[in-house]
């Protein structure tokens, strides 16, 4: 039987990743507290996407696992975008 | 054979295949509610931007780091059974646990706080108020309670868990049911980390 490889993550990255991730939400209130009109909107979800990566990468082990729930991730995502971009076409087009 | 029946069979990455299927399921749930969400501020964005400024920012960044601080221990009680220390693990999916605990008391008092100024989903105050501000607390306790209840349910999986690890069921070469739970886990927290700018930040 195959033996497998466990990658062990430091606790020291946990802790990395949730001091990005509290700095980045701090940023995101910060900006958005700022009026830019419809630039906020893409500055926030922007940020909450970096976060979402920082996330799925660290936390969930995207990074260290086998590729294949990298794959998977990465495809659902993808109908996730194209569902999102065709209701907002639809919508703005009408 | 004497080795096949002490053989118990076992697939890690199958198991963990069918936890991030459910996630997967899980998302295309939220991401349909964050359409719904989108398009009626895309038609009532006044409203949505009044209301928008009726929530509070710091209770939100507040029970955001929260969120993220219980998403970080429940990720390092997989280094801490991996490295075979059974105390470090429950103690990191205690804290888990507590700090879940904290941002559902936090959300108690946040909705208590909009229902005593009479917001709540068909109050009188609220069809006062129009079709806009309707919608968008109506989405606005639909979702946030929905992310509320995941958080319950992550509880209660983390409770099995805990339950498990301390009476070594769960350990350092068969952790993957601790795992499935963590994921479950950062699944809650992923969707709140749109939910947060989408109703709280955005106005």
């Known amino acids: ?94 | 054979m004497d080795h096949s029946a002490t053989h118990i069979h076992r697939d890690d990455t199958a198991s963990k295949i069918g936890m991030w299927l459910f996630i997967f399921t899980e998302m295309l749930l939220f991401v349909g509610l964050f359409l719904v969400y989108s398009v009626y501020r895309f038609k009532n964005a006044e409203a949505f931007h009044l209301a928008a400024e009726e929530l509070s920012v710091p209770i939100g960044t507040l029970n955001t780091i929260i969120l993220l601080i219980s998403s970080m221990t429940a990720a390092m009680s997989i280094t801490a059974i991996q490295k075979g220390n059974k105390k470090l693990t429950l103690i990191l999916i205690g804290s888990t646990l507590i700090l879940a605990f904290v941002f559902l008391v936090n959300k108690y008092f946040e909705w208590g706080g909009k229902i005593e100024h009479g917001l709540y989903p068909g109050s009188p105050y609220l069809q006062e108020l129009g079709h806009g501000d309707t919608l968008f607390f109506g989405l606005y306790f639909f979702m946030t309670g929905l992310h509320a209840f995941h958080i319950i349910v992550g509880m209660i999986v983390l409770g099995f868990v805990y339950h498990r690890v301390s009476t070594e069921r769960v350990h350092s070469t068969d952790y993957v049911f601790l795992e499935n739970g963590a994921l479950y886990r950062h699944l809650v927290d992923l969707i709140w980390i749109f939910l947060f700018p989408l109703f709280y930040l955005i106005t």
């Open chain 1, 1 to 94: 039987m195959e033996q497998e490889k466990h990658h062990i993550v430091p606790y020291k990255t946990y802790v990395i990743i949730l001091l990005t991730l509290v700095v980045l939400t701090i940023i995101s209130v910060a900006v958005t507290s700022i009026e830019l009109g419809a630039l906020t909107v893409t500055i926030a979800l922007l940020l909450a996407s970096v976060k979402s990566v920082l996330v799925l990468t660290y936390f969930m082990h995207l990074k260290f696992d086998q590729k294949i729930f990298a794959i998977m991730v990465i495809g659902i995502f993808a109908i996730i975008i194209i569902v999102i971009l065709i209701t907002f076409l639809d919508y703005y087009y009408r």
